[in-house]
């Protein structure tokens, strides 16, 4: 009996080379619709599967392949002697190999004008179905769900009977690949159904590149991406110069695009360990930049800059002066291109600056589990705050509260920003105690702090923060409020003419 392969698929690209590989090594071709006229117009001799199932395709290609004719030619054991009899009894012939890719359900859902039917049309049912028959027989049935795999799979069977090994590393794959598939089609109907916290959390994550190492150098990593990424990210980032990434880079500069799409006037982010270490913004992106080294030189130096507009001449001319690790930013003029590309350690990254789609959840792991929350879109505006001392802030004051609030909640918590104008002048950040962040921020802010604002990520617990803003010359403050020993705050901010509001929203960030 001559050896058969079941061709179904998709994604025709190296199809036909393929079957042309199996042809000549002996085997029978079996195909459906599609597969099958494009076997037929290359001048393959292949059969249809209705030959096979001797049932037609029905329900406009719903059903064309699930027939135990199928089933049974695909999971039955070759030497278990049960099995192939009743194989001969009801005159089934055993497919060898299996070369299934499926509908293209993502592609699907990603389009713009994506109906329900029309996604739920390419949710393939038949294929998964064939690939996990195959897979779960990997002893005898060589399954083929990649087309990046036909080479090296002609060239096993032309060597003679793939290893088991071999085998059984392709079925792994199908695995991977139909609970990928399967993941993205859950995750489609929890947003169609607008379903919370369901009962099982499926994720799924494509890996983009192995990473040299995690953390430290004795830590494996990689990079994986969400199956569908619209808007700033690094998975969606073009390098356009300089050496790959590494694990903290990519943290790094992910925390410094967070920060800058806080932003919709010109913003410069410079971020070192995930903090930032200065923010900006001015008319231009130049003026922006400018200020964002100007809040802390010495920091700056080996960090992350993040900018939301196109990076132009004058702003290169700036940004070359100094050793950074990456650049990131909507796009680069050529001539700013060739300004930096002359710096050989920059990293030099595209990516859109905007939210998109982006809406995605946080996820965190902790030993033996994940914790799942929305990522935090909080924002306030002048009119959230309340003012709860008796001096108001001014018109600039509150401009300049609101700046130091956009950053204040991305910095670790218990975190402090001292900020005036357009810059910020000092970040406390990740403290155990908030009196402790704030003295960190007012050194680095120096007599700069004299008149400038504060920013608390969480309420005061007590009075000492103010008091110390008092001493480094604080004219004005924003935190959440909610301590029940606000007032002790309150009376202090009165006592030293401090105007003080309250956001009536937290941000921590741990
Ligand atoms: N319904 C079935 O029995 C069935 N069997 C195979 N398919 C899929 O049909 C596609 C190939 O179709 P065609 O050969 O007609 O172009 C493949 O993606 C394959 O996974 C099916 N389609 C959907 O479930």
Same mark, same amino acid.
């Given at each position: 009996?001559?050896?058969?392969?079941?061709?179904?698929?998709?994604?025709?690209?190296?199809?036909?080379?393929?079957?042309?590989?199996?042809?000549?090594?002996?085997?029978?071709?079996?195909?459906?619709?599609?597969?099958?006229?494009?076997?037929?117009?290359?001048?393959?001799?292949?059969?249809?599967?209705?030959?096979?199932?001797?049932?037609?395709?029905?329900?406009?290609?719903?059903?064309?392949?699930?027939?135990?004719?199928?089933?049974?030619?695909?999971?039955?054991?070759?030497?278990?002697?049960?099995?192939?009899?009743?194989?001969?009894?009801?005159?089934?012939?055993?497919?060898?190999?299996?070369?299934?890719?499926?509908?293209?359900?993502?592609?699907?859902?990603?389009?713009?004008?994506?109906?329900?039917?029309?996604?739920?049309?390419?949710?393939?049912?038949?294929?998964?179905?064939?690939?996990?028959?195959?897979?779960?027989?990997?002893?005898?049935?060589?399954?083929?769900?990649?087309?990046?795999?036909?080479?090296?799979?002609?060239?096993?069977?032309?060597?003679?009977?793939?290893?088991?090994?071999?085998?059984?590393?392709?079925?792994?794959?199908?695995?991977?690949?139909?609970?990928?598939?399967?993941?993205?089609?859950?995750?489609?109907?929890?947003?169609?159904?607008?379903?919370?916290?369901?009962?099982?959390?499926?994720?799924?994550?494509?890996?983009?590149?192995?990473?040299?190492?995690?953390?430290?150098?004795?830590?494996?990593?990689?990079?994986?991406?969400?199956?569908?990424?619209?808007?700033?990210?690094?998975?969606?980032?073009?390098?356009?110069?300089?050496?790959?990434?590494?694990?903290?880079?990519?943290?790094?500069?992910?925390?410094?695009?967070?920060? #800058?799409?806080?932003?919709?006037?010109? %913003?410069? !982010?410079?971020? &070192?360990?995930?903090?930032?270490? $200065? *923010? +900006?913004? =001015?008319?231009?992106?130049?003026?922006?930049?400018?200020?964002?080294?100007?809040?802390?030189?010495?920091?700056?130096?080996?960090?992350?800059?993040?900018?939301?507009?196109?990076?132009?001449?004058?702003?290169?001319?700036?940004?070359?002066?100094?050793?950074?690790?990456?650049?990131?930013?909507?796009?680069?003029?050529?001539?700013?291109?060739?300004?930096?590309?002359?710096?050989?350690?920059?990293?030099?990254?595209?990516?859109?600056?905007?939210?998109?789609?982006?809406?995605?959840?946080?996820?965190?792991?902790?030993?033996?589990?994940?914790?799942?929350?929305?990522?935090?879109?909080?924002?306030?505006?002048?009119?959230?705050?309340?003012?709860?001392?008796?001096?108001?802030?001014?018109?600039?004051?509150?401009?300049?509260?609101?700046?130091?609030?956009?950053? #204040?909640?991305?910095?670790?918590?218990? %975190?402090? !920003?001292?900020? &005036?104008?357009?810059?910020?002048? $000092? *970040? +406390?950040? =990740?403290?155990?105690?908030?009196?402790?962040?704030?003295?960190?921020?007012?050194?680095?802010?120096?007599?700069?702090?004299?008149?400038?604002?504060?920013?608390?990520?969480?309420?005061?617990?007590?009075?000492?923060?103010?008091?110390?803003?008092?001493?480094?010359?604080?004219?004005?403050?924003?935190?959440?409020?909610?301590?029940?020993?606000?007032?002790?705050?309150?009376?202090?901010?009165?006592?030293?003419?401090?105007?003080?509001?309250?956001?009536?929203?937290?941000?921590?960030?741990?």
């Amino acid at each position: 009996m001559k050896k058969r392969a079941l061709l179904s698929v998709s994604d025709k690209s190296g199809l036909v080379e393929f079957a042309t590989g199996l042809e000549k090594l002996g085997y029978e071709l079996v195909s459906t619709g599609g597969t099958l006229k494009a076997l037929k117009e290359a001048g393959l001799s292949a059969i249809s599967i209705t030959e096979v199932t001797k049932f037609d395709e029905i329900l406009d290609g719903r059903v064309k392949t699930l027939h135990p004719f199928v089933h049974a030619g695909l999971l039955a054991k070759r030497d278990d002697a049960s099995h192939q009899k009743q194989l001969e009894e009801r005159e089934i012939n055993p497919i060898d190999v299996v070369v299934v890719n499926l509908y293209p359900f993502k592609q699907t859902i990603e389009k713009e004008d994506v109906t329900e039917e029309d996604a739920i049309e390419n949710i393939d049912i038949g294929g998964p179905t064939m690939l996990r028959s195959a897979a779960k027989n990997f002893q005898d049935v060589t399954v083929v769900v990649d087309p990046a795999d036909y080479g090296p799979v002609i060239e096993a069977l032309t060597e003679g009977n793939p290893t088991s090994d071999f085998r059984k590393k392709l079925a792994a794959k199908v695995f991977r690949h139909t609970a990928n598939y399967d993941a993205i089609i859950a995750n489609y109907f929890v947003s169609i159904t607008g379903e919370k916290d369901p009962e099982n959390y499926s994720i799924t994550f494509e890996k983009v590149q192995t990473l040299r190492y995690g953390e430290n150098p004795h830590q494996e990593a990689a990079f994986y991406k969400e199956p569908i990424v619209k808007g700033a990210s690094l998975a969606n980032a073009k390098q356009l110069h300089g050496k790959e990434l590494s694990y903290n880079n990519i943290q790094d500069a992910n925390a410094a695009l967070e920060i #800058v799409l806080e932003f919709s006037e010109p %913003a410069a !982010v410079a971020v &070192k360990h995930m903090n930032p270490c $200065g *923010v +900006g913004i =001015g008319e231009s992106i130049s003026k922006a930049y400018a200020k964002a080294y100007d809040a802390d030189p010495v920091s700056i130096f080996g960090g992350i800059v993040a900018l939301n507009r196109e990076v132009d001449e004058a702003t290169a001319n700036q940004l070359k002066d100094i050793f950074l690790e990456i650049v990131i930013a909507p796009s680069f003029s050529a001539k700013a291109l060739a300004v930096l590309t002359q710096r050989k350690n920059i990293r030099l990254l595209e990516t859109p600056i905007d939210h998109a789609t982006n809406k995605d959840k946080k996820v965190v792991s902790v030993l033996g589990g994940l914790l799942v929350q929305d990522r935090d879109y909080g924002a306030v505006t002048e009119e959230d705050i309340a003012v709860a001392t008796d001096r108001k802030p001014d018109e600039q004051e509150l401009a300049e509260l609101l700046f130091a609030w956009k950053v #204040v909640k991305h910095v670790k918590s218990n %975190a402090i !920003v001292v900020a &005036k104008t357009d810059q910020t002048l $000092g *970040v +406390g950040a =990740g403290q155990m105690n908030r009196v402790g962040a704030a003295k960190i921020a007012f050194e680095q802010a120096g007599e700069k702090a004299r008149g400038a604002v504060l920013a608390s990520d969480a309420f005061f617990p007590m009075a000492d923060t103010v008091e110390a803003a008092a001493e480094a010359g604080i004219k004005a403050i924003i935190q959440p409020g909610g301590s029940i020993r606000d007032q002790e705050s309150i009376d202090a901010c009165n006592k030293h003419g401090i105007a003080m509001v309250f956001t009536g929203m937290r941000h921590f960030k741990h």
